[in-house]
């Protein structure tokens, strides 16, 4: 069984720092593609960045380029997003994702991940 576990997120002010952290079980983790999707209120889910099984390359949404980091520790079967200089349009319920196809290329687009976690809230304040 396949299982995506998020954590790290919650509540913090417009400027500060917040790391999600995703751990995947059930999944040869460094034959994967991992992923970032977020969910506004009341807005569809939408794309925030990828990184590739081999780790060296990444993508990024237009609106977290130069802020997020996405990275992953094949040892800790774990991909990261490292947030910075938080915004209020930030706020999001943050989805990590996978392939079910190893060696399988990055992408932006939801409909390519088989696999999803539960999410985790990240509120930030003004």
């Known amino acids: 069984q396949v299982l995506l576990v998020e954590s790290g997120g919650g509540l913090v002010q417009a400027g500060d720092s917040l790391r999600l952290s995703c751990v995947l079980s059930?999944?040869?983790?460094?034959?994967?593609?991992m992923a970032w999707f977020r969910q506004p209120p009341g807005k569809e889910r939408e794309f925030v960045a990828t990184?590739?099984?081999?780790?060296?390359?990444?993508d990024y949404a237009d609106s977290v380029k130069g802020r997020f980091t996405i990275s992953r520790d094949n040892a800790k079967n774990t991909v990261y997003l490292q947030m910075r200089s938080l915004k209020v349009e930030d706020t999001a319920v943050y989805y990590c994702?996978?392939?079910?196809?190893?060696?399988?290329?990055?992408?932006?687009?939801?409909?390519?991940?088989?696999?999803w976690g539960q999410g985790t809230q990240v509120t930030v304040s003004s």
């Open positions: 059930g999944r040869t983790f460094n034959s994967l593609p």
């Open positions: 990184i590739a099984w081999h780790g060296v390359s990444a």
């Open positions: 994702a996978t392939k079910d196809r190893p060696y399988s290329q990055r992408s932006a687009y939801e409909n390519e991940y088989e696999y």
